[in-house]
């Protein structure tokens, strides 16, 4: 199984909105995690309200703090925003999503659609990446099986 990793300061809003659209919208053969440098005590009610409304259920999710154990399995790293310390992650990815402590919950609305745009982005390139790599039928034949799964 392949790892992805979604890094914010708090992991309360924007990084598990980020790892619950992965989640909910890739195939198996990947998985999300999410974290903080600075982890919240809880979620961001907002976040959990804003993803409830379209099915996806973060009330089990709990920040939790970034690892060097994290880092080391993810074969891609996504930051959030400028706000988190790039020099701290070997070659990860920037999504400029700005915090949105103390705005609306339309303000969160709006950030769930646009990180599920990122995600899809996202998970197209890695299917784009994967169909590339395919050498072999059998290897045809798995990749064909988990785009038949998305």
């Not at 970034?66 to 990815?93: H, W």
């Not at 949105?100 to 197209?124: K, M, N, T, Y």
């Not at 169909?131 to 038949?148: G, I, Q």
Request: hydrophobic share 45%; glycine share 4%.
């Amino acid at each position: 199984m392949k790892r992805i990793l979604f890094v914010d300061v708090r992991n309360a809003t924007r990084s598990q909105i980020a790892e619950a659209w992965f989640n909910h919208l890739a195939d198996a053969s990947w998985q999300a995690q999410s974290c903080g440098t600075m982890p919240a005590h809880a979620l961001d009610e907002r976040a959990v309200q804003v993803m409830a409304e379209v099915g996806v259920d973060l009330r089990a999710g709990t920040p939790k703090r970034v690892s060097q154990q994290a880092t080391a399995r993810a074969d891609i790293i996504v930051l959030m925003g400028k706000d988190i310390q790039p020099y701290a992650f070997n070659t990860a990815r920037i999504w400029e999503f700005q915090d949105l402590s103390g705005e609306s919950v339309e303000q969160v609305r709006f950030l769930r659609e646009r990180i599920r745009a990122r995600v899809q982005d996202l998970i197209a390139e890695i299917r784009l990446i994967e169909f590339e790599s395919v050498n072999t039928a059998s290897e045809w034949r798995a990749l064909m099986a988990c785009l038949a799964n998305a």
